[in-house]
């Protein structure tokens, strides 16, 4: 039997898009799954709308009776997580039929030292009653991943299947910055991980990623500091030899413009 791999959900009022998130499970061409969602202490019906498949027992529900955030949440659902790999899937987003199966069968290959498995995307933008949708390539060499080369072409990791001893052995995501891991908690997580590890792309969509009225970046100002304030954390673990000099971009993204070396 093929090995069975756990789907980790955090969700926070996500409405009836949780629902697509857990039907995106359901219908995946891998059938050796299990699901750990956690939902936020959402005040909205998201949980009345997938009440039905919430009674599978492959799924396994936490409450949050506060609301945590998004780091302390998926910490939450991590220390119930035992299997080999997991993939962190937001509740507003959903799979292609086969991003299992595709990601178990690169896993099965790959050394103990690649600690995250990303591939590409389709970016699904919602205005109003209309959808456009974009190709996304996260494409990177599997062999060559200087941390500063990455962190100079701002890489976001797209989507998160995580080797679970490592995450662990990191002590999950961290929650000890200035917003308690509530932004760009994908981001620090990704620096963290390529100071000690490695990951792994494959050339193939295996994400479909909503982009909505809703979505937490859409918090530009609060977002635009966090990702400094990670930014500064990383080049301050890995050693202080540059700063980072940061522009925004279109769509009021901050990204590294590029990094001076401190002399």
Excluded: C
């Excluded at 930014?231 to 000099?245: F, I, S, T």
Aim: glycine content about 4%.
């Amino acid at each position: 039997m093929d090995k069975e791999v756990t789907v980790l959900i955090p969700s926070f009022n996500s409405g009836i898009y949780l629902r697509e998130a857990l039907e995106s499970v359901f219908k995946q061409t891998y059938p050796n799954w299990k699901i750990i969602l956690v939902d936020d202490a959402s005040t909205d019906d998201s949980l009345s709308h997938a009440a039905d498949l919430l009674e599978d027992q492959r799924i396994t529900l936490i409450q949050n009776k506060k609301n945590a955030g998004q780091s302390m949440s998926q910490n939450i659902g991590l220390e119930k997580i035992n299997t080999e790999f997991f993939l962190q899937l937001d509740a507003d987003d959903w799979l292609p039929e086969n991003t299992l199966e595709v990601l178990m069968d690169a896993a099965r290959n790959l050394p103990e030292e690649v600690a995250l498995i990303v591939g590409d995307v389709i970016e699904v933008t919602e205005i109003r009653n209309r959808k456009t949708y974009r190709y996304v390539s996260n494409e990177w060499d599997n062999i060559k991943q200087d941390k500063y080369d990455l962190l100079l072409s701002n890489y976001i990791p797209w989507p998160k299947f995580y080797r679970t001893a490592l995450i662990k052995k990191m002590g999950g995501w961290a929650t000890n910055d200035p917003f308690n891991g509530r932004h760009a908690e994908d981001l620090r997580m990704f620096l963290r991980l390529i100071g000690e590890y490695r990951f792994y792309y494959i050339p193939q969509t295996i994400l479909n990623y909503r982009i909505h009225a809703t979505n937490s970046t859409h918090q530009k100002d609060v977002y635009k500091e966090a990702v400094e304030w990670i930014v500064r954390d990383a080049l301050h673990r890995w050693g202080n030899e540059y700063e980072a000099v940061f522009k925004t971009i279109r769509g009021g993204w901050r990204v590294v413009k590029k990094l001076k070396r401190i002399e």
